[in-house]
């Protein structure tokens, strides 16, 4: 693979030509040495590089949990563990990979990296609030360890924690509860911290509509998180509450409403899908920009889906509900707002094609996941269309088909979105490029994986495997050896991957310039890699749209 | 995959295959498009891009389109849930009660099963109860899902199977443990052979409320008793040949002398007749050492009689 050469070197008029004072924000030395330069900075760049190590130790732990759930269903009966362990690690797999991974997802760590210097801001609104946001993470994450390894087991409730059952078991599930109520404040408190960052802190010349797609979905998720996160924190603490004084707010033999619970727990948790999502639906955008180096087509149109979806994303709850007995009436509205919501994620998909059209395309790593992820999403989301459907979600409610889609929406969808952003900020954040061919071929091994491991759930689950289950029926079998195969190969290519990415903090090739892919126009490739602590030596003067080319001679 | 073993799959099919197929059309030209743009627009073959920033017309045809399939799609999934959600009144009455981890079937006329029987080409319509949990009557073969939630009366679901023969029952909802063990069975017979079954299952019952109010078991109740175990549930949790599953093994466990946790207290009990049935009206009350307070109470779902029989047999389990 040869070097970027970019056509056109783009002029730096924004910031100033980078000198010997101006040194990167590693290298500044500030009160703090050693790893307390990391842990007590308030540095958004740097809360956001261990936003991104925790998120990673934890993705690993929850791989390793799913590599152990697809192992157990290789055949029926007992494979490797016990039915009890096996609830346990899907619990915990769900728990680690929703709370510690997808929920912080882009925002905390690259959007905390990035957020400001694409507003041309040298921080957040609150650098001391965004520290503690990343304290109390820490803390809730030390929480969920704490509850899987010590007192009565670790939970088996699913990530769920449904009423009555998680009052009733003898699990660990109260210390899990408090560490999902301590992580949602970290997402109350970042989520509000970019909201003010936005409203406060844009660059002259910044209006909304100048603001890079990423920060359009920053700030529409930022919203959802101050919203929606109180309402999963208070209802946990319900569970905690019966669970420790037999108040009956949820058990019905106590006078409790197990549907209750079911309501509340889904008005967080499928905005929540909406926080994990939207960022990566706008790294998307920046990504496809940047590699097909034109100007997106459509940006006002994908910015406001993003807020259309962050709305009508917040009023689909009770469509996790449709079998549980609610109303018709209920069934009706939430299926009907449920449709409403593939509108503007359908819009999304059609700009981002329409932007390859007479761009002009480097198929360099970070374009290939964003590929990916476009194909993905679409799975990911004409499935979501099918559970959607009230008398098809009948059927495949609980199956392995809504195993199938969460996983396509947020792992084809999040997690490759956060792969080829890791790729294509990857010079910026470190001033290194990762090794180029190792990162396609783990590109190519996951995106393989991927769909062997998860196409064969659509099946299984349209001829009735329930999901949850341990033990299966034999005629289920070999579509699940097809998809414990695929999780092998996804599992190497991300092994890879990640192996790539980490080595070459050290031997990657050094990468200082300020535009690497040679089609970057929005504020961050005009400032060095990796940027200096402050970002910019003047604030920058913003006088064009974030995709349209700096010099009027490009065209 | 799109089989027609019941009426309610039919209300599935029908809009699975049509979303399906749309799906397929969007989803392949979608993915073409963007590979073809991708050779097409490649770096090597146009090295200057052109900067578009938008095309109105195409944003309103790529906004009207996917909303009127979206309303197209909820429409007719809405006809089908419509009918899913509306029993002929004439349909075949049971009463389906799930508790972790096993189901049972009550008839009419006091039958009670394990497994389903049903009459093939009749409206089937099963009221659903739960002793303790959430959990999901689902039978995969006729496409029919609900959820079973303690103390929430008036949930069911309705279907009338096609074929004769034998189909799965899961329970959908996770229910804990041994959720995927939750299994039953239903099997649809011609309407001779459900009358047949129907009556002599319930000259069973009869009988047994014979034997059990006399007192005169003839040595027979313990039989009944076994027959109990499996119906109602008891024996997902309670071995008979020692091996400890969730609860305690029936084997050698009358006359023992066990360690009980009776509200955070240890004590010694000896198991009889009053402590056997004290434990299946009040499970949690005394909790055997080692064990967790996962039984629900059976209050109102044995009678005297069925508490005689169990208790015969799980004597007999010496």
């Known amino acids: 693979m040869s070097d970027h050469a970019a056509p056109v070197r783009k002029p730096v008029h924004h910031g100033t030509v980078p000198n010997a004072a101006d040194v990167s924000f590693y290298d500044f030395k500030g009160r703090w040495s050693g790893i307390y330069s990391w842990i007590f900075s308030t540095d958004h760049k740097r809360i956001g590089i261990m936003y991104l190590a925790l998120q990673v130790g934890f993705f690993l732990i929850g791989m390793a949990l799913g590599f152990l759930i697809r192992l ?97 078991t003898g699990t660990n599930v109260t210390m899990a509860a408090m560490a999902v109520f301590v992580l949602g404040f970290s997402s109350i408190l970042t989520g509000l911290n970019f909201v003010t960052t936005v409203h406060r802190m844009r660059a002259p010349g910044m209006t909304f509509f100048r603001m890079p797609l990423f920060v359009w979905a920053l700030y529409s ?24 004084f037999g108040i009956g707010v949820f058990d019905p033999v106590k006078g409790g409403d197990p549907i209750l619970y079911q ?58 509900m449709f079998v549980s007995g609610q109303s018709l009436v209920a069934n009706f509205v939430f299926s009907l707002l449920t449709m409403i919501v593939a509108i503007p994620s359908a819009i999304k998909v059609f700009n981002w094609v329409a932007t390859l059209y007479k761009g002009s395309i480097q198929l360099e790593t970070p374009m290939l996941y964003a590929l990916a992820f476009i194909f993905l999403f679409m ?37 490759f979105s956060l792969f080829g952003a890791l790729h294509h ?131 | 995959m799109l089989s027609r073993l019941s009426n309610i799959a039919d209300q599935i099919n029908g809009p699975m295959l049509f979303i399906t197929a749309t799906s397929l059309v969007m989803l392949i030209g979608i993915t073409a498009a963007m590979i073809y743009f991708t050779f097409r ?131 959908a909802e996770y229910c804990g443990m041994s959720h995927s063990a939750m299994l039953s069975k239903v099997h649809v017979v011609t309407a001779e052979e459900y009358n047949t079954w129907l009556e002599t299952e319930g000259a069973k019952v009869a009988e047994m409320k014979k034997a059990a109010e006399s007192g005169e078991d003839g040595g027979n109740l313990h039989i009944l008793g076994e027959a109990l ?32 946790v009776t509200a955070g207290q240890e004590r010694q009990i000896t198991v009889d007749d009053a402590y056997i049935k004290h434990s299946m009206l009040k499970p949690t009350d005394d909790i055997v050492k080692g064990y967790q307070p996962l039984m629900p109470s059976q209050e109102g779902l044995v009678s005297e009689a069925e508490i005689k029989a169990l208790t015969a047999y799980i004597k007999s389990l010496q």
């Open chain 2, 229 to 260: 175990s499996k119906s109602k549930g008891c024996t997902a949790c309670h071995s008979s040949d020692g091996t400890k599953l969730i609860g305690p093994s029936y084997k050698g466990i009358y006359g023992k002398t066990e360690t009980v």
């Open chain 2, 41 to 171: 627009y490649h770096s090597r073959r146009n090295p200057h891009p052109e900067d578009i920033h938008g095309h109105r017309v195409l944003e309103i045809v790529w906004t009207v389109v996917p909303t009127i399939l979206a309303f197209g799609f909820f429409w007719y999934g809405w006809q089908g849930y419509r009918y899913i959600k509306s029993p002929p009144p004439d349909a075949i009455q049971i009463d389906v009660t799930g508790r972790m981890w096993s189901w049972n079937h009550t008839y009419e006329n006091g039958v009670e099963s394990p497994e389903l029987y049903i009459p093939v080409n009749q409206a089937v319509k099963l009221n659903l109860h739960s002793q303790d949990v959430l959990h999901s009557y689902y039978i995969p073969a006729f496409k029919v899902k609900q959820d079973a939630v303690p103390n929430v009366p008036g949930l069911f679901l309705w279907f009338e199977a096609y074929q004769t023969g034998t189909y799965h029952v899961f329970c």
């Open chain 1, 263 to 320: 309501h509340l727990f889904w008005i967080y948790s499928h905005p929540a899908v909406y926080i994990m999502i939207l960022p990566a639906l706008g790294a998307i955008s920046d990504i496809i920009a940047v590699h097909t180096r034109r100007t997106i087509f459509g940006y006002g149109f994908i910015a406001m889906s993003s807020v259309a979806i962050a709305l009508f994303g917040s009023v689909v709850w009770a469509h996790h």
């Open chain 1, 425 to 555: 900020w990857y010079p910026k954040m470190f001033g290194r490029m990762y090794h180029q061919v190792p990162s396609k071929i783990a590109w190519f091994l996951a995106f393989v994986g991927f769909n062997t491991l998860y196409l064969p759930m659509f099946i299984m689950g349209w001829e009735g495997m329930p999901r949850r289950y341990y033990d299966y029926l034999p005629e289920y079998q070999t579509w699940h050896v097809v998809s414990t195969v695929g999780s092998w190969i996804l599992i190497a290519g991300l092994l890879l991957m990640f192996g790539n990415l980490l080595r070459s903090l050290k031997t990657g090739k050094p990468c200082h310039e300020l535009d690497p892919w040679g089609g970057g126009r929005t504020l961050e490739w005009t400032v060095p890699s990796p940027p200096p602590l402050e970002n910019f030596d003047t604030i920058p003067h913003i006088t064009h749209g974030p995709y349209d080319p700096d010099v009027p001679e490009h065209k």
């Open chain 1, 72 to 168: 157990e269903l290789i055949a029926p009966g007992k494979t490797i563990v016990t039915a009890q362990t096996y609830n346990a690690i899907f619990t915990m797999h769900g728990v680690i990979m929703v709370f510690l991974f997808v929920v912080p997802g882009l925002s905390a760590s690259l959007g905390n990296f990035l957020l400001p210097i694409m507003i041309g801001a040298k921080d957040v609104q609150f650098p001391r609030v965004n520290l503690f946001s990343w304290w109390l993470f820490l803390c809730g994450a030390i929480l969920a360890v704490l509850s899987f390894t010590t007192g009565s087991g670790p939970p088996d409730t699913g990530w769920t924690f449904y009423a009555p059952y998680s009052i009733r």
């Open chain 1, 379 to 415: 799975i990911g989301g004409f499935t979501g269309m099918m559970l959607g459907v009230l008398s098809v979600d009948v059927h495949v409610h609980d199956t392995y088909f809504v195993v199938g889609h969460f996983h396509y929406v947020i792992f084809g969808g999040l997690g």
């Open chain 1, 221 to 244: 998720t930022a919203w959802l998180q101050v919203v929606a996160t109180p309402v999963i924190g208070i209802t946990l603490v319900l569970i905690m509450v019966e669970r420790a």
